[in-house]
Nanobody, 123 residues
């Protein structure tokens, strides 16, 4: 499966942004999906994950209550709604697909990755 992220950009502190991840090659419904991010000089970290059907999800504590992960399997697209953005949310955001299960926050479980989209939060 090929994954292409979009929707990143430069926003102000407190703003909202919605990221999208378009999948092609295989049905998105075949995968648990996740969002990860990587800031300069830091390891790639888990942000959120969602099950194949969309019925289950999990979040990193740092984004809980501010970010929402969702998916539209008919459109083969994954989303990340980000509200109340903070400076520490600045990073390259990646979507990833896990062909196995169950839902996981470990980047080592994900089989396919997009190229990333930059999110920068400024004052």
């Amino acid at each position: 499966v090929q994954l292409v992220e979009s929707g990143g950009g430069l926003v102000q502190y407190g703003d909202s942004l919605r990221l999208s991840c378009a999948a092609s090659g295989r049905p998105l419904s075949s995968f648990n999906m996740g969002w990860f991010r990587q800031a300069p000089g830091k390891q790639r970290e888990f942000v959120a994950a969602i099950s194949r059907s969309g019925g289950g999800s999990s979040y990193a504590d740092s984004v809980k209550g501010r970010f929402i992960i969702s998916r539209d399997n008919a459109k083969n697209t994954l989303y990340l709604q980000m509200d109340g953005l903070k400076f520490e949310d600045t990073a390259v955001y990646y979507c990833a697909a896990d062909a196995g299960g169950p839902l996981s926050g470990s980047r080592f479980k994900y089989d396919f990755w997009g190229q990333g989209t930059q999110v920068t939060v400024a004052s």
